[in-house]
Every structure is written in C-alpha cells, then in structure tokens.
C-alpha cells in the first residue's frame, strides 16, 4: 500500500538542530514532488519545503530559509530536513507530503499534494 513513514521529530532547545526523515513506499509510479508541511495549534497547515523530482531543485519557505536545508535520496525515495537554529516559533507537527503532478510556483499549497505522513512533533523551548 502507499505509505509515508516520518521520523526524527522531538524535544530541542532553541538554537538546536533535529534531521527529519521521510521514506515513501508503495506507489505503482514515480512522484513529482516529496516535502515537508507543518501546522501549529490554531494555525493552518504551511508549506516548509519540498524537493521536485522533476528540476531536481529545493523550495523553501521565506521564514526557514537559510536554517533549513532539504535532502533527498530519490533511489531509495526517502527526503530528509535538516533544521538549524531553531526557534519556538518552529514548534509544530511536520508532515511529510507527496505530489504526483508539479506545480512548481505553488509548491506550499496543501492541495495540491496526494498523500501525507502521520506527523511528528517537533518542540523548541527557551
């Protein structure tokens, strides 16, 4: 079946750092797009980042550019987000996404990405 599985999310101080992990399994074929989406209590689901399978270029949000820093091993269909600095600002539940078409100038939209990840929470405290 299709699956996403996210790992790596926790406890860390402000100024610290946490490496997510996201593998996908089970899709009959290829997918154009793999990222990473969080959502906070009482603020909508934002797009964080995502790799296109099909420039092979990453996309980043304007408020974790230059922290962040997204991976991905397309063999193994896995993505990776390395955060840095971080802040409490930050703290959210991230998820991993993936989209089977590209739309590459709205790539943060929630909607146009086909299957989502559990979650993992990430905490940053002061």
């Known amino acids: 079946e299709v699956q996403l599985v996210e790992s790596g999310g926790g406890l860390v101080q402000a100024g610290g750092s946490l490496r997510l992990s996201c593998a996908a399994s089970g899709f009959p074929l290829n997918y154009y797009a793999i990222g990473w989406f969080r959502q906070a209590p009482g603020k909508e689901r934002e797009g964080v980042s995502c790799?296109?399978?099909?420039?092979?270029?990453?996309y980043y949000a304007d408020s974790v550019k230059g922290r962040f820093t997204i991976s991905s091993d397309n063999a193994k269909k896995k993505v990776f987000l390395q955060m840095d600095s971080l802040t409490p600002e930050d703290t959210a539940v991230y998820f991993c996404a993936v989209a089977m078409n590209w739309y590459g100038s709205i790539w943060y939209r929630p909607w146009i990405y086909d299957y989502w990840g559990q979650g993992t929470q990430v905490t940053v405290f002061s």
């Open positions: 790799f296109s399978l099909s420039d092979g270029r990453p």
